[in-house]
């Protein structure tokens, strides 16, 4: 079984640039999350989808973050303009419909560095 | 807001000895309780989970104990491998699909 796919795996970019990161979820995973980690800190949930609907995304800065599930099943997240604080590595994650999160699954990540 | 929170960023063992890695929380709702392991340039890979109705589960050489009165969990490792060497973190879930992160424990274990 395949695992989450994301791209870029690294990615460097100037202040005040744009920069958008992809995820393919697990086939028929329903629900899938975009998740920010800074360097010392655990991930902290973004945007949650379920199937292509927005279930949560309380924790995104809407003002330069945003993110789409077209169709239901690959998932971008942009930021416009980036500022040095977003700096991170930022996971995708999927999982089944209604699991208790003992079944998400994790993508390896795309580094951010802005510079 | 920092709900779940691993007090130790990190914790050095000997081989075949026991780590323990503790989490704390604050959120009376957090039903379920995960623990994710990672290694560098990888996600969090799931490890063990518990439910608030039970006070431990045990996988193998992982033990997760639940103390709901404390609002404390701690992960056992016996014995330590080396190959256990990685950054874990706890997680708190207040519903399906809602997960709450800690700021992780590296954990290394020397041969």
């Known amino acids: 079984e395949a695992g989450v796919a994301q791209s870029p795996r690294y990615k460097i970019i100037e202040k005040r640039q744009s920069v958008a990161f992809w995820c393919n979820p697990i086939?028929?995973?329903?629900?899938l999350y975009w998740y920010q980690q800074i360097l010392g800190q655990g991930p902290k949930l973004l945007i949650q989808?379920?199937?292509?609907?927005?279930?949560?995304d309380s924790q995104l800065p809407k003002d330069r973050f945003s993110a789409e599930r077209l169709k239901g099943v690959d998932s971008t997240l942009k930021i416009q303009p980036a500022k040095l604080e977003d700096s991170a590595v930022y996971l995708c994650a999927s999982s089944l419909e209604g699991s208790y999160s003992d079944e998400a699954f994790f993508g390896q990540g795309t580094r951010l560095t802005v510079v | 807001d920092q709900q779940v929170k691993q007090n130790s960023p990190s914790l050095s063992v000997q081989e075949g000895r026991i780590s323990i890695l503790n989490c704390d929380y604050t959120n009376s709702m957090f039903d379920y309780f995960l623990w994710y392991k990672k290694y560098p340039a990888e996600g969090p890979t799931f490890l063990i989970s518990i439910s608030s109705i039970k006070d431990k589960n045990e996988d193998g050489r992982f033990t997760v104990f639940l103390n709901k009165s404390a609002k404390h969990l701690s992960l056992h490792i016996v014995p330590s491998q080396p190959g256990d060497s990685a950054v874990y973190f706890c997680a708190a879930s207040a519903g399906p699909n809602d997960m709450r992160f800690g700021a992780g424990t590296r954990l290394t274990v020397k041969p």
């Open positions: 086939s028929g995973h329903a629900t």
């Open positions: 989808f379920q199937n292509n609907g927005v279930v949560d």
